[in-house]
């Protein structure tokens, strides 16, 4: 969702039938209905008190279409219409939520002498083992060695499209400080082409076990003077 991408689904949707072209008809033969004479309507007259009133409704025989099908279609028994599985191909943009829905006009279902419905597909974005999204920002772990976090760094990074990105610090880094990379994380939807950062959290963690020598060393720089203080960013 960070660059957009255009998917193939499968969808089950109800269509006209091709053999008959949605008329229910073998060959699509309809006989002019007997009872409306292919008017669509009937008229009815009855009594009540002394007057005659007569009444016009839809024919119940050909429901007010007027016709009635020679025989029935074989492919949609009548019906007029199928049940089909058709592949469409749906553009996401880039920048996409979790959520949001996106129409395709004209690609759903079609009812009965209607025209076709929308296809209206639901977007769910799936987890990243490496980085989360916050707003249009792009959030991953910047693991460090403790030498790094003392001294400062150069190395390289991938990042979510695969590449790589060089990033450095001259200064220690502090636990959970972080690296703004500008444009790296998701577009903004307004259409003015800018992109949030992709946010670099630090991470590092102290060592497991360290030898005699180096308990020296640290002592050493460490002494009661307090020469190294910690700070806060």
């Known amino acids: 969702s960070r660059v957009g991408v255009n998917k193939k689904v499968k969808v089950r949707r109800t269509s006209n039938c091709n053999h008959c072209q949605g008329s229910g008809a073998l060959h699509g033969n309809m006989h002019r209905c007997p009872h409306c ?53 749906i ?28 296809l209206i597909t639901e977007i769910r974005i799936a987890t990243h083992s490496d980085f989360r999204r916050e707003d249009n920002n792009l959030v991953g772990r910047l693991n460090l060695t403790f ?20 990033v450095s610090q001259l200064e220690p880094s502090q636990h959970g400080s972080f690296i703004d990379i500008p444009d790296q994380g998701f577009p903004f939807r307004d259409g003015s082409g800018q992109r949030g950062v992709l946010r670099l959290v630090v991470e590092w963690r102290l060592p497991e076990e360290i030898d005699q020598r180096q308990k020296n060393i640290l002592e050493e720089i460490l002494d009661d003077s307090n020469t190294l203080h910690a700070s806060s960013k």
């Not at 553009?91 to 025209?115: C, D, R, T």
């Not at 001294?151 to 590449?163: A, H, I, M, T």
Request: with cysteine.
């Open 37 to 89: 004479h292919g008017r669509g309507q009937i008229f009815e007259r009855i009594n009540q008190g002394g007057y005659q009133m007569q009444f016009q409704r839809t024919c119940p025989h050909c429901n007010g279409q007027g016709k009635h099908k020679a025989h029935n279609c074989p492919v949609c028994a009548g019906k007029g219409q199928v049940q089909e599985e058709v592949e469409i191909e």
């Open 91 to 118: 553009n996401i943009p880039g920048g996409v939520i979790n959520g949001e829905k996106i129409v395709m006009l004209g690609e759903g279902s079609i009812a009965p002498q209607s025209i076709p419905g929308d």
């Open 147 to 166: 030498k790094e976090a003392i001294l400062g760094f150069k190395k390289k990074v991938k990042v979510l499209n695969g590449s790589e990105l060089e």
